[in-house]
Structure formats: C-alpha cells, structure tokens
C-alpha cells in the first residue's frame, strides 16, 4: 500500500474534532458538574434533524428542486421530501403535494455539521447577538432557525434560484433542560449572555 493511500485511509478514519474534543474535555466536565459517577449517564447528542418548509413549491415545482439542492449541499447527505397529509383548500394544497424537506444527521457527519455550524455559519449570520436559551423543550432539545441558507460557505449560489430558511433541531440525551444547555455550552454553541 503506497503512502498516499494510507494517509488517505488515515483521514477517513479519524474521529470528528468536537467529537475528539467532547469524549477527551466535555465528558470530565459534565461529569463534575452533575456528580454523576459512570461517563455512560453524561449527555450526549443524539441526532441533529434538518428541516426545511417549501411553501413556495405549492406553485412553483423548481423550488422543491432547489431545496432539496440546498440540504443536500449543506449536509452531503440526499434529503427526504416531506408531502402534505391532508388538502388544505385554503393554501391550495392537496393531500400527498410535496411541501419540503428534512435530513436527520447521526455520528460523524452530526459532529462535523454542528463544528461547521458552530464556527462558521452562526458567526456569519448578519446581526447576530446570540442564540436564545429559551429555545429549549423542557428536555434538553435545542431548536434554532436560520432565517437564510446563504451563510452556509458549501453552497454555489450562482446555482441556486431560490434561498430558503431552515430549522435545526439538537436531539440530546438530556433529561433537563439545564443539562441540554451545559452540553451545548461546552461544545461551543453561542448563548446570549
């Protein structure tokens, strides 16, 4: 096996940054912080869940295409198109119309789009003061919007027709919501002081 290839296989191999940084520092911490005596019983992230709502596909079907370009380019990972449960006659939206998006993240590819976001596209969102702790769903979720997908750098937006906004939701093992907040905290996320 050349030198190359092993570098290569190496790379692929080597664990995500803030996974590295959570098992080595984060794990100490919370343990500390909530006297908890096994590492098993500290928080953890779960999952991270993309969603993106396309109500402008309703009439036009190049949004649809554009959105599912756009988690896809975020994520690297093909999204799901969500379609609609019912006809909604009001809305113009009849039952099995395609209405948006979603991805649900899990291990590596999880920690390397919350490092990413983290720090990159959260400080290049335009007025930002901080991420709001109230965002919080009495277990230890954590839900943010980002109003424009454009602050993410993966994105050709010479490419894109249409700039949609997105919902990210941080599933974690928490039990409170205290709990959530301190493992997020220590991984870096941006709260309002």
Known sequence: MSDTAETATEE????????????????????????????????????????????????????????????????GQQPVVTRARRSVAGFHVREGMPLGCKVTLRGKRMYEFLDRLISVVLPRVRDFRGLSRSAFDGTGNYTLGIVESAVFPELDLDKLKNIFGLDVTIVTTARTDQEGFELLSLLGMPFQQ
């Open 12 to 75: 692929a191999q080597a664990a995500p940054r803030l996974k590295t940084h959570f098992e080595e520092q984060i794990v100490l911490r919370l343990m500390e912080r909530f006297d908890l005596k096994n590492r098993m019983a500290v928080p953890r992230l779960q999952k991270v869940a993309l969603n993106m709502g396309v109500g402008e596909a309703v009439s036009d079907q190049n949004a649809m295409a554009d959105a599912v370009a756009t988690l896809r380019g975020i994520t």
